[in-house]
Antibody, heavy 118, light 105 residues
Framework: EVQLVESGGGLVQPGGSLRLSCAAS????????MHWVRQATGKGLEWVSA???????YYPGSVKGRFTISRENVKSSLYLQMNSLTAGDTAVYYC????????????WGQGTLVTVSS | DIQMTQSPSSLAASVGDRVTITCRAS??????LNWYQHKPGKAPKLLIY???SLQSGVPSRFSGSGSGTDFTLTISSLQPEDFATYYC????????FGQGTKVEI
């Protein structure tokens, strides 16, 4: 069974940094693209970053230059380094596995809450 | 950037109703369109990928159609467990979600 478990969320001050982790199990982690998606309270889903199995990375304009996605295949782990955080980054952050078909996201974790506040 | 617009933003329906949600892309995305179901406090769930392919384990009352810029998600007979928010997502050029459609009783 595919499992994705996020951790590392919490309260951080504006301008601060936080590193999220996602522990994967139940599949060959190194063979799959991986993503981070967030949802602010009362808002919709927003794609935050992607890393291909080959290591290429992608970001939307809203986080480019501030967030860095990375992976450690030996540990079946995905990471999101978030710097220069603002209140607008407050959200539940989900990790998701890239599906083999249609570039969809076929498995998701339960999410970890990041709150940016003074 | 490709923008995704869903309609309606919310709808009220009853068990047994046929429900249709539409999604429009700001440019052609061919069939790179996926649909997700999201319930509060739960992980989002993939329903449909590549516009019309049913994800394994998803009930057949869910179906998707469309290509180019206009897409539809249909629930043929709404069940109690289907009350949730539904999102479309384009995967043609990076990834973008629609704003969501909340299906309420």
């Amino acid at each position: 069974e595919v499992q994705l478990v996020e951790s590392g969320g919490g309260l951080v001050q504006p301008g601060g940094s936080l590193r999220l982790s996602c522990a994967a199990s139940g599949f060959t982690f190194s063979s799959y693209d991986m993503h981070w998606v967030r949802q602010a309270t009362g808002k919709g889903l927003e794609w935050v970053s992607a890393i291909r199995s080959a290591g290429d990375t992608y970001y939307p304009g809203s986080v480019k230059g501030r967030f860095t996605i990375s992976r450690e295949n030996v540990k079946s782990s995905l990471y999101l380094q978030m710097n220069s955080l603002t209140a607008g980054d407050t959200a539940v952050y989900y990790c998701a596995r890239g599906g083999r078909l249609g570039e969809s996201f076929d498995s998701w974790g339960q999410g970890t809450l990041v709150t940016v506040s003074s | 950037d490709i923008q995704m617009t869903q309609s309606p933003s919310s709808l009220a329906a009853s068990v047994g109703d046929r429900v249709t949600i539409t999604c429009r892309a700001s440019q052609s995305i061919y069939r790179y369109l996926n649909w997700y179901q999201h319930k509060p406090g739960k992980a989002p769930k993939l329903l449909i990928y590549a516009a019309s392919s049913l994800q394994s384990g998803v009930p057949s009352r869910f179906s998707g159609s469309g290509s180019g810029t206009d897409f539809t998600l249909t629930i043929s007979s709404l069940q109690p467990e289907d009350f949730a928010t539904y999102y479309c997502q384009q995967s043609y050029d990076t990834w973008t979600f629609g704003q969501g459609t909340k299906v309420e009783i």
